[in-house]
Structures are given as structure tokens and as C-alpha cells.
């Protein structure tokens, strides 16, 4: 399998997971380099969410190895986790909570100052609700708050579980320009996406996972090598 042309960012070998009797991951073997973003497509239920909460030592493998960072996801859980940024499917909000005081908590369980809260509501266009409980938002300003707190501590690792998922176009462009910030920092980021197209020109290359094995890779170009695709949207 091609990857790019940086160490590994995160390396996944003979990677396996058992829920009873069904194996739901299988010899998965995936390498992402520094500086590359690799979009992992499959249909609902072939395994792209638990690899990336194994990745984020939410779940343990079954069988196989990874590493982060050259950390060990099992013997490093700590070290990792501080390295990792995840976001969910589902955006895991305190929606009795203002926007701003979601980030707070956040950064509180991160360790952090809240230097970088209005920053990062400022970033993804939610500057003007910061103050406005998390209960009226929409799905797509949800999606926001969640992206928000992802980048609240600028993780060089990003584990992104269909983060197109109810944005709007401005949405999809604040999601690509954060790609293509981590791709030119030497971060990488692992994308579980059913669809290419929202991601399409931005992600290095995109491998297929089916009944949670790996197919051949579509390579493309590393995101370092790129042209910066979009403005910053604040």
C-alpha cells in the first residue's frame, strides 16, 4: 500500500475486533503518514467507527498493533490521547450549557486555560451564539461546536468520524481548511467518510474498508504538496 512521504503518523498493523462472536475489524493494516490525510470510506456498519475509537483508546483490539505518534495505543493510552483530536458521529454536547460553556468544560478536562475557547468559537462561526445554550442549535451548529472543541488544544492527530455530517457548504469548506492546516503543520488525520465527494481534492488518497478489511488505496497527492484550498472561515 502507498502512503505518503513522512514518518508514520499513525501505523496500524494486523489490527482485529471481536463484539462476541462477530468479528467487526480483520487484519486491518493501515499506515498514515506525518503531513497526510487519508479518508477511510465504507458503508454504515463496516468498521470505520471502531477503528478510530481504537486509534483514540476508547476500545481495545482484539488482535493487532497500532501506534500514534510512535506510541503505543495500549502501553501509551495516556501519552496518546494528548495527541489525539476525536471527533464523533454524534456530537456528545451538554445541551443545558451555553456554546462557550461546553468549551470550558472541554478545556477544563483537557488541562488548558480558556485562552483558546472564543478563538475557536470565532473560527467555526459560532462568535455570535457563544452565550446561547446548546439546546436551540441546530444540527449543523452542533457539528460546528463539536469541530470547535476538537481544535481547542490544535491536536496533531485527527481522528474524524463523518465530520461533513449536517454542515452547509460554508461548513464544509471550515472542515477542509482545518485538514489542510493539519496536513501543512506534519499532523494527519484518518477520515471515516460513506461519501467522498465533500472531502474530495482535499483528503492525499482513501482506502475502502468492506466487511472490516482493507482494499487498495486510491493515492493522490500528500497534503503538504497542496496549494492551500480554501480561506479560513471565521
Do not use: C
Not at 506525518?34 to 467507527?49: F, P, T
Not at 461546553?102 to 475557547?117: I, Q
Not at 446548546?134 to 461546536?145: D, Y
Amino acid at each position: 500500500m502507498q502512503t505518503g512521504h513522512g514518518e508514520p503518523g499513525m501505523k496500524v498493523s494486523g489490527l482485529g475486533k471481536r463484539f462476541g462472536a462477530r468479528w467487526v475489524l480483520r487484519g486491518v493494516t493501515l499506515v498514515v503518514a506525518e503531513g497526510e490525510a487519508v479518508g477511510l470510506l465504507g458503508a454504515n456498519g463496516s468498521g470505520k467507527s471502531t477503528i478510530l475509537r481504537i486509534l483514540g483508546t476508547l476500545l481495545n483490539p482484539t488482535v493487532g498493533t497500532a501506534t500514534i505518534d510512535g506510541l503505543d495505543i495500549g502501553r501509551d493510552a495516556s501519552a496518546v490521547r494528548s495527541r489525539v483530536g476525536y471527533l464523533a458521529h454524534t456530537p456528545g454536547l451538554y445541551e443545558d450549557l451555553t456554546a462557550r460553556e461546553n468549551l470550558r468544560f472541554a478545556a477544563d478536562m483537557l488541562g488548558l486555560g480558556y485562552g483558546s475557547v472564543d478563538e475557536s468559537l470565532d473560527r467555526v462561526g459560532l462568535a455570535h451564539v457563544a452565550g446561547d445554550r446548546v439546546r436551540g442549535f441546530s444540527a449543523g451548529m452542533q457539528r460546528r461546536l463539536g469541530i470547535a472543541r476538537l481544535i481547542l488544544r490544535a491536536p496533531r492527530i485527527l481522528l474524524l468520524d463523518e465530520p461533513y455530517s449536517n454542515l452547509d457548504a460554508e461548513g464544509i469548506d471550515l472542515m477542509n481548511s482545518i485538514l489542510g492546516d493539519i496536513g501543512r503543520s506534519g499532523g494527519s488525520a484518518l477520515v471515516a467518510l460513506h461519501e467522498l465527494a465533500p472531502a474530495r481534492g482535499i483528503l492525499a488518497r482513501t482506502v475502502n474498508l468492506v466487511d472490516g478489511r482493507i482494499e487498495p488505496a486510491e493515492t493522490t497527492l500528500p497534503l503538504r504538496d497542496r496549494a492551500r484550498p480554501i480561506s479560513v472561515v471565521r
